[in-house]
């Protein structure tokens, strides 16, 4: 299985005005989610940003880098929950060379 995996990097944005504990809440959901469904080389929080443009009215966010390596149909169903959940204002998923 060991195989199977690719490297894989995402990062995603944090609504922050929703407040400190649902913003750490939402980060542990979503590392707990990679690490049950692969393995985490690094989590990099670099904090609240903001933003080149407003997104949905907002100028600034709470930005969180993962570094990951799972099976090879795991980022789709990441982005699908990434989409879903209310909080999360932007993410970006990116296959790693190996």
Sequence with gaps: MEQNKSLYETIFI???TIGEEAVKALVEKFT???AANGE???VNEWGVR???YPINDLTEGYYVLVNFSCA?????ELDRVYHITDGILRSLIVKREQ
Excluded: C, K, Q, T
């Design 32 to 34: 707990g989610l990679i």
């Design 40 to 42: 985490i080389e690094s």
């Design 14 to 16: 944090v609504d922050n």
């Design 50 to 52: 903001r933003f080149a």
């Design 72 to 76: 090879h149909d795991f980022p789709a």
